[in-house]
């Protein structure tokens, strides 16, 4: 694998800027959040904004449930 393909930084490739340019953070101050449970005050806060934002990715979807009736046997 060609070192520049290795060392480019991780991006959309939609804006322009990498990955850690849009959220404002770094990748080193997210995984320092996962191992630890905290990190600067800063990356802190968007972390958990963006965890709390995208909460409804990690639940399962409803299902709405209902009785059928079978009209045949009335």
Do not use: C, W
Request: charged share 40%; glycine share 6%; aromatic share 6%.
């Amino acid at each position: 694998m060609p070192e520049k393909i290795l060392s480019k930084p991780p991006a959309d490739g939609l804006g322009g800027q990498t990955d850690e340019e849009k959220m404002g953070i770094k990748y080193a101050e997210i995984e320092e959040m996962i191992e630890t449970g905290s990190t600067n005050e800063k990356a802190k806060e968007k972390i958990l904004k963006m965890y709390n934002n995208s909460k409804h990715k990690r639940e399962k979807a409803s299902i709405y449930k209902f009785e059928r009736t079978n009209m045949l046997e009335k």
